[in-house]
T-cell receptor, first 111, second 112 residues
Framework: GAGVSQSPSNKVTEKGKDVELRCDPI?????LYWYRQSLGQGLEFLIY????????KSGLPSDRFSAERTGGSVSTLTIQRTQQEDSAVYLCASRWGTEAFFGQGTRLTVV | GQQLNQSPQSMFIQEGEDVSMNCTSS?????WLWYKQDPGEGPVLLIALYKAGELTSNGRLTAQFGITRKDSFLNISASIPSDVGIYFCAGSPSGGYQKVTFGTGTKLQVIP
């Protein structure tokens, strides 16, 4: 596609349920990032995939968070047993070369 | 790990004023990037800097890559209401195979 696509754009879930957030990066981009952003705040790094290398998971806040990237393309961020503090916008970015391109994010609300 | 400190955290300015924000790193970067995030959108690249000392303009925006390679600043001249948003700096040790680190963001409000 022309840009980074994230789905769903909005997700409301009950506390304790699992959620999956999807990111379709720009075709050919070898690097993929997930960030979390609380309302009007900065970008909190979660995880970074680069080609076939082991992902940098240093930003994942707890073991309830995991992500995978299949075939070097689509990535899924999974949050298990969601908590209210997980409510935020989850942004995905892909990169090849200098510039990172962002998707529009998934707004997750845990009620 | 690398950290990027961005300041100020937020600012309120009158329309027409100039704005300056900066970013400092605990280690050297070879690429500096400045992004803007409009409300409800993902960040979009404004300016990319590749060489120490480089000064680059994009319309009313000017950014500089610090000589020490540990800092960068962004200036916005003659601000307008649509400049509202969050501005992020980002740095990378080199090109596409190195992780990009983002700053904490500067939230800009423009009073008409």
């Amino acid at each position: 596609g022309a840009g980074v696509s994230q789905s769903p754009s909005n997700k409301v879930t009950e506390k304790g349920k699992d959620v999956e957030l999807r990111c379709d990066p720009i075709s050919g981009h070898t690097a993929l990032y997930w960030y979390r952003q609380s309302l009007g705040q900065g970008l909190e790094f979660l995880i970074y995939f680069q080609g076939n290398s082991a992902p940098d998971k240093s930003g994942l806040p707890s073991d309830r968070f995991s992500a995978e990237r299949t075939g070097g393309s689509v990535s899924t961020l999974t949050i298990q047993r969601t908590q209210q503090e997980d409510s935020a916008v989850y942004l995905c970015a892909s990169r090849w070369g200098t510039e990172a391109f962002f998707g529009q994010g998934t707004r997750l609300t845990v009620v | 790990g690398q950290q990027l400190n961005q300041s100020p955290q937020s600012m309120f300015i009158q329309e027409g004023e100039d704005v300056s924000m900066n970013c400092t790193s605990s280690s050297i970067f070879n690429t500096w990037l400045w992004y803007k995030q409009d409300p409800g959108e993902g960040p979009v690249l404004l300016i990319a800097l590749y060489k120490a000392g480089e000064l680059t303009s994009n319309g009313r925006l000017t950014a500089q890559f610090g000589i020490t390679r540990k800092d960068s600043f962004l200036n916005i001249s003659a601000s307008i209401p649509s400049d509202v948003g969050i501005y992020f700096c980002a740095g990378s040790p080199s090109g596409g195979y190195q992780k990009v680190t983002f700053g904490t963001g500067t939230k800009l409000q423009v009073i008409p």
